[in-house]
């Protein structure tokens, strides 16, 4: 279907909706099986949570429970962790790769009470460690798949209010997503490594990262990047053309990764690197006005909290 030309945008929210029919329908069959003892949301993160998952991807997911009062919460996390434990294992017989960062419900760290996870939400806002902004890119970006919805918009609405007002997180974040720029160089020409960039840190990354900041500086509930560069976009008082010019070339850059994505599956070769000048001279052009369209958002970040 994307070879056949179908947009980008539907491609993944299709795919996204193929993968999140799998995840429920293997959680029904393990609910029956295990009867849970409390209520509980299973969770995707990263690029699962917002909808953008890619041809070359792995699992990214988490779950959250609401523990009875007096509950014995080692017993209670040790059932979740049990139920974890063969979901991923069943994701994985589907095809998804298990994360090799461990970010999976089955890691006991991602496997927290509301309350726990609310506490781990506030404990990385309020810190200024490489590790809390990391997994603020990670973790900020999450979505309900199945179970008590409630409990993960809970999670969102105690995230927002953590985050509103703290200028130093969100400082720290934008200051993160400045250290890579757009691999544009003089006279028209790609600033390559190797003979190469890379789609995904040099491309993506930089729109996903900046919507992401604006989102939380904002309050906008959304996940997903496209959405948020909408909402977002309003809120900040860019003018109507830079928004549709900024999700026309993350669009555009989304495109060619899953593109490289596609011929890597074949090739054997790196999923997210790309020699600029495989490209006609159009798809040349478009790629650089994409990545010039980020400059654009840095510029804006900068001069948002580079104070």
Known sequence: VFRQGMDVSQFLRLTSSVNDRIAKRLLELLVAQYSPPAPFCWLAFGSEGREEQGFVTDQDNGLVFLPPANADMAALRAGFLELAKDMN??????????????????????????????????SWVRATTPTAILNSTIFFDFRPIFGEMQFAEEMRDHLLDEVKGNSIFLHLLAMNALEVGPPVGRLSRFATDGGKIDLKTQGTRLFVDIARIYALHCGVKAVNTEQRLALVGQRIKRSVSAIQGDIAAFRHVQTLRLQRQLASLTDGGDANRLDPYTLDELQQRILRESLRQASSLQERLKLDYKR
């Open 89 to 122: 294992d069943a994701l994985h017989a589907c095809g998804f790769e298990r994360c090799k960062g461990n970010i999976m419900a089955s890691n006991p760290e991602l496997c927290l009470s509301l309350g726990e996870w609310k506490s781990r939400f506030s």
